[in-house]
């Protein structure tokens, strides 16, 4: 055969490295979140690796009845861990999931679940449900400090004890799929009404 002019060459060889470049560039559009191991992922709060079903449980709401998380199978759930008299970062938390139901449609739940069964007392989770406008958008679920405590080990919660900014800091507000696995974890430096509603909402699309 004969041997093509060194020109020709130099073409095609600069024709594939902006090829690659091009290529490069159309995959390294910014995702929305990181997961837990590193990798992309569709979400802004941090994706639990996949398969993890949720932790059960059942305990009492604010008027009294029973509420088992195993009831909200079929529905994206929002588990989130506080207490009625922690102060400013509590009600910041239960803002910002007010925001985004919000901005979602029905049929997404809401469960507030005590870390502090002493201090929620009846009249202190009126009042709070009452002053961040989440009376009957949210249930707020409380039981005794022993029904409790295997809850706050199998979520990672900290201790109601700690100084009040850090238990707001580390406490966790989980987002369970339809399936009833746990998928996307939020602490509070990450927790924004439209992060949370975007999470949300990528979980509701997707297929059962």
């Known amino acids: 055969m004969r041997a093509r002019p060194a020109g020709v060459h130099m073409r095609a060889a600069l024709l594939a490295a902006l090829a690659a470049a091009l290529i490069g560039c159309s995959s390294g559009r910014p995702t929305s979140g990181v997961s837990s191991s590193g990798g992309s992922s569709r979400f802004i709060g941090a994706a639990l690796p996949a398969g993890v079903g949720a932790r059960d449980f059942t305990l009492s709401d604010e008027a009294g009845r029973r509420v ?7 529905a994206v759930t929002i588990v989130a861990f506080l207490y009625s008299t922690c102060g400013g970062e509590c009600a910041v938390i239960a803002q910002q999931i007010r925001g985004a139901l919000d901005q ?4 997404v739940a809401a469960l507030l679940v005590s870390a502090d069964p002493a201090a929620d007392t009846h009249a202190h989770v009126a009042s709070f449900l009452a002053a961040t406008s989440l009376a009957g958008r949210v249930r707020y679920l409380t039981g005794s400090e022993r029904v409790l405590r295997p809850v ?3 979520y990672d919660v900290p201790p109601a004890s700690s100084p009040s900014p850090r238990f707001a800091r580390a406490t966790p507000l989980v987002l369970i799929d339809r399936a009833g696995r746990e998928r996307v974890l939020f602490q509070l430096e990450a927790l924004t009404p439209e992060a949370l509603a975007h ?10």
């Open 152 to 154: 706050w080990r199998a």
């Open 104 to 107: 979602l449609p029905k049929g």
């Open 68 to 74: 088992s998380l195993a009831s909200y199978r079929g």
């Open 199 to 208: 999470d949300v909402g990528v979980l509701l699309r997707e297929k059962p």
